[in-house]
């Protein structure tokens, strides 16, 4: 049974940081494409940021230079660096796995970025 498994979430203030991680069971993670998902209240859950299995990167134009995404397929482990957090950060974070039809899901961790 695949899990993916949120954790490092937290209240931080605004310019603090945070480093988020997904721990992966009952899947090979090196093969998939991994992702990071965010979702504010009333808002639409939208990609933070993606790498690929070959290692390649992306990353919403709100989080570029601030966040970094990364993964250590030996520990089955994805990664989100988050810097220079801005409270526009809140949400709930989710972390995703996708293989072809394949697509697993998180139970998220929640973000809380306030003085």
């Known amino acids: 049974q695949v899990q993916l498994v949120e954790s490092g979430g937290g209240l931080v203030q605004p310019g603090g940081s945070l480093r988020l991680s997904c721990a992966a069971s009952?899947?090979?993670?090196?093969?998939?494409?991994m992702g990071w998902y965010r979702q504010a209240p009333g808002k639409q859950r939208e990609l933070v940021a993606a790498i690929t299995s070959g290692g390649s990167t992306d990353y919403a134009d709100s989080v570029k230079g601030r966040f970094t995404i990364s993964r250590d397929n030996g520990k089955n482990t994805v990664y989100l660096q988050m810097n220079s957090l801005k409270p526009e950060d809140t949400a709930v974070y989710y972390c995703?796995?996708?293989?072809?039809?394949?697509?697993?899901w998180g139970q998220g961790t929640q973000v809380t970025v306030s003085s």
């Open positions: 995703n796995a996708r293989l072809v039809a394949l697509n697993f």
């Open positions: 009952g899947m090979i993670l090196d093969i998939y494409a």
